[in-house]
C-alpha cells in the first residue's frame, strides 16, 4: 500500500447536513440582500433620492422684490435694496485655522461664535450673517472657501427716516412687515417668494440651474395719500412745539375734506426706521391714531351743532351764564371768563363750559349719545391701519346729569386724534363725514349727512369767530386765508382720576372759510409753562395750514395783510 493511498484513507468526511447548512445561509444572505436592494430601490426610492440629491443638487429660496410705497406724487418713500447674507452647510465646511479666522473677521463675529454656528452637522442649513455689505461678500467669496455660500436677499429703506417712520412702520430682517402699513398692506406689498433646484460640483459652488420650482412675484407698489413736503413741514413743527414747550410728545394729522385722504400724519417723539438698534416701545406708538385723550373744549362745536339742530337754539340765543358757574351733584362747573349771558356763538368763542352743559342738559341723552356715536366716536375708524383706537363713549344709560354735562365739553369721554379731525370735516363739508383713506383717491368723498347744511355752515362761522381777536385762538389766524377752529385743553387722566398739573392741548381747525379744503388736528402732550390749546397748539396749525394751502394751491379769501397779533394777557383762555 503506497503513501498517498493511506492519506487518502485517513481523510475524514464532513457530514452532509453540515455543507446544506452552509449552503442555506448563503443563500439566505443573498435573498436578503436582494429583497433590501428591491425594497431600497423599488420601494422606498425617496431615501436614496435624497441622499443622492443632497450630493450634488439643492433646492434655493428665491427673494421677491418688495413693492415700494410712495407718497401721492410718486415720491419713493420706502424701497427695498439688494443686499447678500452669508450661509453654510456645515457638514461640506471645512476650514483651514487661518481661514476661520479671516471669514470670522469678515463677518464681523468671534472665531467661537463662528464655530458655534457651524458645529451642528445635523442642519443642512445655516445663516452666519444677513444683509451684509457688497464689499464684504465680495471678499468672503474670493475666500473660496468649501460649504460657503452667498445669496441675494433685499433690505428696505426709508428715505424720509423719522418723518414718517410712525405711518410707514417697518420691516424685518425676511423683508416681512412688522409696523405701520408695511404690515397692514404686507400682502399686496410683499409679494411670494420663489424656489428653484441648482447642481452643484464637488467643492459646493453652483454650477447649472435645473428648474424653476416655483417663480418669484413680485410685490405691488403702494401709493399713499400722504404729500411728503407737507408731511416733512409737519414734523419740523411738531419737533419745534414739543422743544419750546418743553412737552412730553405731540401729534397732527391734516386731511383734504375734498377727497377724504390723510396729507400729513406726523408724531413726536419719533425714531430711525432705519436704525432700530436702540428703538423703545414708547417711540413706536403712532399718538395720532392709537392715543386717546379728553378732547376738551374742542368737543364743543358738536354739542352747539346738535342744539341747534334740534330747533331749540339759534346762534344768536341768549345763555344765561351767571356767576360763571353752575354745580351739580357736589361737583362744581367753571369758566375761565365768567360772564353774565353770552349768546351760542359767544359760547363757543368765549369757550365757556357752563353755557355748553346748559345746551347739553336740555337735550336726550340718548340724541347726544347717537350724535357722538354717529360723528365715530367710541368706534375705531377704518382705515386698514393696525392697533387703531375705538375711543371710550359709555352708554347713555349710565349717564348722570353731571355726565352729560361735562361730556358737552370734552370731560368723560376720550378720542384720538384721527377721530376728532375726522369729526370736524362736517363743519367742511356741509353736514357730510367724510371717509377717510391713507391710499391716494381721486374720487369726491361721499360721507354720511349728519346735519344740515346751515347748521354746518353757521357752526363754521361761530368757529371762525373763535380765532378772531376775542376768541381763545386768535394765534391760529394766518395771512391769505380766512380760518376756523377750536381750542381745547383738558387735565389729563392719571391713575384713575385727573392729574392736577398735567394737560393737554389741542387745536382742530378748518380753512379756507369760504371753500373749505383742509382740516388740521394739532394735539400737545404735557406742555411745560403754558398749557393752553390756543398758545401751544394753535401755532402750530397755522404754520401748517399755511404750508399745506400754499403747496396745494388753494386760493386766498382773506387780505395777504399782516396780521395783528394780541398780546398774551389779552388772549381769552378756553375753560378746562
Known amino acids: 500500500m503506497t503513501a498517498g493511498s493511506v492519506a487518502a484513507q485517513g481523510l475524514v468526511r464532513l457530514p452532509v447536513w453540515r455543507a446544506r447548512i452552509v449552503l442555506a445561509a448563503l ?30 443638487s439643492r433646492v434655493l429660496e428665491m427673494p421677491a422684490t418688495r413693492g415700494r410705497i410712495t407718497d401721492r406724487h410718486g415720491e419713493a418713500l420706502a424701497v427695498s435694496t439688494p443686499v447678500k447674507s452669508i450661509w453654510a452647510i456645515p457638514s461640506d465646511v471645512q476650514l483651514k485655522p487661518t481661514q476661520r479666522k479671516s471669514l470670522a473677521r469678515l463677518l464681523g463675529m468671534g472665531t467661537r461664535e463662528l464655530e458655534r454656528k457651524l458645529a451642528e452637522p445635523q442642519h443642512d442649513f445655516v445663516y452666519l450673517k444677513r444683509q451684509l455689505a457688497p464689499e464684504t461678500t465680495e471678499a468672503i467669496a474670493k475666500l473660496a472657501l468649501a460649504g460657503i455660500y452667498e445669496q441675494r436677499e433685499y433690505r428696505r429703506y426709508y428715505t424720509a427716516g423719522e418723518v414718517t417712520a410712525h405711518l410707514l412702520g417697518f420691516t424685518d430682517v425676511e423683508d416681512d412687515g412688522q409696523e405701520g402699513l408695511e404690515l397692514a398692506y404686507e400682502q399686496s406689498l410683499g409679494g411670494r417668494r420663489g424656489s428653484r433646484r441648482v447642481i452643484k460640483d464637488r467643492l459646493g459652488h453652483i454650477v447649472e440651474d435645473v428648474q424653476s420650482i416655483r417663480a418669484a412675484q413680485d410685490g405691488v407698489d403702494l401709493t399713499l395719500s400722504i404729500d411728503s413736503k407737507i408731511q416733512s413741514v409737519a414734523f419740523a413743527a411738531l419737533k419745534a412745539a414739543v422743544e419750546r414747550h418743553r412737552a412730553k410728545a405731540a401729534a397732527l394729522v391734516a386731511l383734504d375734506v375734498q377727497t377724504g385722504e390723510v396729507l400729513a400724519l406726523a408724531n413726536v417723539p419719533s425714531f430711525n426706521p432705519n436704525n432700530r438698534a436702540h428703538l423703545t416701545g414708547a417711540e413706536l406708538r403712532n399718538r395720532v391714531i392709537t392715543d386717546l385723550f379728553e378732547p376738551g373744549s374742542t368737543l364743543k362745536p358738536f354739542t352747539i351743532a346738535l342744539a341747534l339742530e334740534s330747533g331749540k337754539v339759534t346762534p344768536q340765543t341768549t345763555i344765561a351764564t351767571a356767576p360763571g358757574r353752575m354745580t351739580l351733584a357736589h361737583y362744581t362747573i367753571r369758566d375761565v371768563h365768567p360772564a353774565a349771558a353770552l349768546t351760542v356763538t359767544q359760547v363757543l368763542q368765549k369757550s365757556s363750559n357752563v353755557g355748553a352743559a346748559k345746551l347739553a342738559l336740555a337735550m336726550p341723552r340718548e340724541a347726544l349719545w347717537d350724535f357722538y356715536h354717529r360723528l365715530g366716536f367710541g368706534t375705531a375708524p377704518q382705515l386698514g391701519f393696525p392697533g387703531a383706537a375705538a375711543g371710550r363713549l359709555r352708554a347713555y344709560r349710565s349717564w348722570r346729569p353731571i355726565e352729560q354735562a361735562t361730556m358737552a365739553y370734552g370731560h368723560g369721554i376720550s378720542v384720538s386724534l384721527i377721530q376728532l379731525a375726522r369729526a370736524y370735516t362736517i363743519f367742511a363739508l356741509d353736514g357730510e363725514l367724510a371717509p377717510l383713506t391713507l391710499v391716494k383717491s381721486e374720487l369726491a368723498a361721499r360721507g354720511e349727512k349728519l346735519v344740515s347744511a346751515e347748521t354746518a355752515r353757521a357752526v363754521r362761522a361761530m368757529l371762525e369767530a373763535a380765532v378772531q381777536p376775542g376768541g381763545t385762538g386768535p394765534r391760529a389766524r394766518i395771512v391769505g386765508w380766512r380760518v376756523a377752529g377750536k381750542t381745547g385743553t383738558a387735565h ?85
Open 27 to 56: 443563500v439566505a444572505a443573498f435573498a436578503a440582500l436582494l429583497v433590501r436592494a428591491v425594497y431600497l430601490q423599488a420601494v422606498k426610492t425617496d431615501f436614496l433620492q435624497e441622499k443622492g440629491d443632497a450630493r450634488y
Open 492 to 576: 389729563k387722566q392719571e391713575n384713575g382720576g385727573y392729574a392736577a398739573d398735567k394737560y393737554i392741548a389741542s387745536f382742530v381747525g378748518l380753512a379756507p372759510v369760504s371753500a373749505p379744503r383742509v382740516v388740521i388736528g394739532v394735539m400737545i402732550d404735557e406742555p411745560a409753562g403754558d398749557y393752553y390749546g390756543g398758545s401751544v397748539a394753535a401755532p402750530v396749525f397755522a404754520e401748517v395750514m399755511q404750508a399745506t394751502l400754499r403747496l396745494l394751491g388753494v386760493p386766498h379769501d382773506a387780505p395777504l395783510e399782516p396780521l395783528e397779533r394780541p398780546g398774551a394777557l389779552d388772549e381769552p383762555r378756553e375753560s378746562t
